[in-house]
């Protein structure tokens, strides 16, 4: 049996189709499969809108802002396991006999030794604000350089570092 795959004209996409749009909705086909639909079709991928988390850090705290507009303080929930930290947000709305639901969900890892306790957190105006504060153990320490004492005479610098001066 000589069995001799057909070809289509050295594309891979079916006869008359754009192979690029294609190879799109394949794609697509395929994360729909695997996540229930969890990425929206292109067209409507153009109206969403991925919201910011922001985590910004200095030596005292870490402070998480996390854009939520349009859920309540009451469907948020802020947990901490095995020093994670995992914010979720879901928002059900009813509307002329048709349902949707909107979620939120994203994790971290908490800087070593922070207490969970003393995470301060607050939701005005659609962005949830978390202050992480650092234990004094795990904030950075400042090494302070010592010069030569006055008076004292410095090395003297040596050829190369003469000749990178020129």
């Known amino acids: 049996m000589n069995l001799v795959p057909k070809r289509n004209r050295g594309d891979l996409s079916p006869r008359g189709e754009n192979s690029l749009e294609w190879l799109r909705r394949e794609f697509n086909s395929l994360f729909d499969r695997m996540w229930g639909g969890f990425f929206p079709p292109s067209e409507e991928m153009a109206n969403q809108r991925f919201w910011d988390f922001d985590v910004q850090e200095n030596d005292k705290e870490v402070v998480v802002r996390a854009e939520m507009p349009g859920f309540d303080e009451k469907e948020l929930d802020l947990q901490v396991a095995d020093n994670v930290l995992t914010i979720k947000g879901e928002h059900q709305e009813k509307q002329d006999g048709h349902e949707s639901t909107r979620r939120f969900q994203r994790s971290m890892t908490l800087p ?33 350089i010592q010069g030569a004492p006055s008076g004292q005479q410095t090395a003297e610098p040596t050829k190369e570092a003469k000749q990178a001066k020129k």
């Open 112 to 144: 070593p030794g922070a207490d969970p306790e003393k995470i301060q957190a607050s939701y005005h105006n659609g962005v949830l604000e978390l202050h992480i504060p650092r234990p004094e153990e795990a904030r950075p320490k400042r090494i302070p």
